[in-house]
């Protein structure tokens, strides 16, 4: 079965959901596709973000999904598992079946905002602490977390600029320099580290240390345990850009992951396929995503328009 739409929103995290709703109160027909697995899931609340601080991020996507709902939006609990694009997108739906044998859904435009996924240090106990005493972000945390024992775990050299951006919220911050030789960092680093007044620990972490279910301390692979309270980690980022590189989608390599080239609206070098959210960069927090789904959607309802007119004026002159 194909069903046929104006636009296709592939992922109901804020980038889609924003470009969603400008998209239904242009009265477009658009069907947003959502797997229901948003990045911010692990943490209790979201930060930032003017007039929903400390709002938690379930509750935010549930008031967006009611607001697409009110302009005619579909929504489907769905993922999307190909694309291919002729005269129009055509996407297929997984349908909950192990074949993928889901329906066909196609739209003269699609918006892929399927995010990114973090993918954590290798250190016990990390990934079940994430985005409670674990953290990757001060801006989304640092305030909550203000004043208490901060550790940082490196995973490279740049985990130093973490740890500086860290001593904002806390003047106790301890490097934990894990698998980053001492001699990889540079003397403006060292300088830098000790103005701050941040303790370098060389050797590699083993483990964290969790008692009454609050995190302890950070225990390395000699034995040696340091008290700390809250660990900042800086993990891989792995866009969710498969269905942007099927279709085409020039891409291009950053220090944090491969993302496709979009221009400031967000339209990849593919007409009709268009980025936004942490699909189109890294550093797109709830606010941002939510602002640049807003621009893709204004930007998409305008370009539909105008190409159904210069059909229509084409059509006047034969």
């Known amino acids: 079965m194909t069903e046929e739409y104006e636009v296709i929103v592939i992922g109901g995290g804020a980038a889609g959901l924003s470009a969603a709703l400008v998209l239904g109160r242009a009265r477009r027909r658009t069907l947003v596709v959502d797997a229901g697995e948003p990045r911010n899931a692990p943490a209790a609340h979201m930060h930032g973000y003017l007039s929903r601080d400390g709002m938690p991020p379930a509750e935010f996507l549930a008031a967006g999904r009611e607001e697409i709902a009110r302009y005619g939006v579909e929504l489907v609990r769905d993922r999307a598992v190909d694309a291919e694009?002729?005269?129009?997108?055509?996407?297929?739906?997984?349908?909950?079946?192990p074949s993928g044998g889901g329906r066909t859904v196609r739209a003269r435009a699609l918006v892929v905002a399927t995010g990114l996924k973090d993918e954590l240090p290798p250190v016990e106990g990390v990934a079940a602490r994430f985005g409670r005493d674990v953290l990757h972000c001060p801006y989304c945390h640092g305030w909550e977390v203000r004043d208490q024992a901060f550790g940082v775990l490196a995973t490279s050299p740049l985990s130093v600029h973490q740890a500086l951006m860290v001593t904002q919220w806390s003047k106790d911050v301890t490097l934990f320099l894990h698998t980053v030789a001492e001699r990889e960092l540079s003397g403006e680093d060292l300088r830098r580290l000790a103005a701050a007044g941040v303790r370098v620990?060389?050797?590699e972490v083993a483990g964290l240390v969790v008692d009454d279910d609050r995190l302890t301390g950070v225990r390395l692979t000699d034995g040696g345990v340091h008290a700390r309270e809250i660990l900042f980690v800086?993990?891989?980022a792995v866009p969710r850009t498969d269905l942007l590189r099927r279709l085409g989608a020039e891409t291009t390599e950053t220090p944090f992951g491969t993302y496709p080239v979009v221009d400031a609206r967000g339209l990849t070098t593919v007409p009709g396929l268009w980025a936004v959210g942490n699909a189109s960069g890294f550093a797109e927090q709830v606010v941002n995503a939510?602002?640049?789904?807003?621009?893709?959607?204004?930007?998409?309802?305008?370009?539909?328009?105008?190409?159904?007119?210069d059909r229509a004026a084409a059509a006047l002159r034969v």
Do not use: K, Q
């Open 85 to 97: 694009r002729g005269e129009d997108f055509a996407v297929r739906l997984a349908g909950g079946t």
């Open 201 to 203: 620990v060389p050797g």
């Open 234 to 236: 800086a993990p891989r």
């Open 290 to 309: 939510a602002s640049r789904g807003y621009r893709a959607g204004a930007a998409i309802n305008g370009e539909l328009l105008m190409a159904d007119l």
